[in-house]
T-cell receptor
Framework: ETGVTQSPTHLIKTRGQQVTLRCSSQ?????VSWYQQALGQGPQFIFQ???????GRGNFPPRFSGLQFPNYSSELNVNALELDDSALYLC????????????FGPGTRLTVT | AQTVTQSQPEMSVQEAETVTLSCTYD???????LFWYKQPPSRQMILVIR??????QNATENRFSVNFQKAAKSFSLKISDSQLGDTAMYFC????????????FGKGTKLTVNP
């Protein structure tokens, strides 16, 4: 148990819709990262938030956006869903910047039909 | 850009035996971390072991140890006395020191421990 939770566990959406995925980090973890893991692949970095500001972004279009809240929770929003967005979405939190150890949640499985 | 390559899509080992998973990476940076993560069917990614690039001594964590060859950009994971609970996907990952602390993952190796 890493103390990082994600909701929902599974989600089915239709192409073109919008989705919000949620992550709750451990208390005091002020850095959260989001990753997309397609079937049979390793996770790919989407973006990172540090103290509620975006702090690095991977090769994902602007329709992927995020928020981080003062209570150590965060959201990943995806607009205009495409079939290729079907994946496991993982969030990972860190206690402090520079600790380099990320604690992962169990992920949200998103299916776009 | 950094890349991580795991050349063994699948491996199997008998319980109590030893197995080594391979990983190579490419980077022009000098200061970085390398990790092995385990992802069981429950999907939760669990850190197995971490190596800091500036440390020459190979990291060990109980039955898990690494062989870090910085010049060759190689970072293999050895699992001794394999247990059924070691069955999982194993991902090698790279992180630059400084900047955004993003992990760059390989495609993973599916390890099956047979009774």
């Amino acid at each position: 148990e890493t103390g990082v939770t994600q909701s929902p566990t599974h989600l089915i959406k239709t192409r073109g819709q919008q989705v919000t995925l949620r992550c709750s980090s451990q208390s005091g973890h002020n850095t959260v990262s989001w990753y997309q893991q397609a079937l049979g692949q390793g996770p790919q970095f989407i973006f990172q938030y540090y103290r509620e500001e975006e702090n690095g972004r991977g090769n994902f279009p602007p329709r992927f956006s995020g928020l981080q809240f003062p209570n150590y929770s965060s959201e990943l929003n995806v607009n205009a869903l495409e079939l290729d967005d079907s994946a496991l979405y993982l969030c990972a939190s860190s206690l402090v910047r520079g600790s380099y150890e990320q604690y992962f949640g169990p992920g949200t499985r998103l299916t776009v039909t | 850009a950094q890349t991580v390559t795991q050349s063994q899509p699948e491996m199997s080992v008998q319980e109590a035996e030893t197995v080594t998973l391979s990983c190579t990476y490419d980077t022009s940076e000098n200061n970085y971390y390398l990790f092995w993560y385990k992802q069981p069917p429950s999907r939760q990614m669990i850190l197995v072991i971490r190596q800091e690039a500036y440390k020459q001594q190979n990291a060990t964590e109980n039955r898990f140890s690494v062989n870090f060859q910085k010049a060759a950009k190689s970072f293999s994971l050895k699992i001794s006395d394999s247990q059924l609970g070691d069955t999982a996907m194993y991902f090698c990952a790279f992180m630059n020191k400084g900047g955004s602390e993003k992990l760059v993952f390989g495609k993973g190796t599916k390890l099956t421990v047979n009774p």
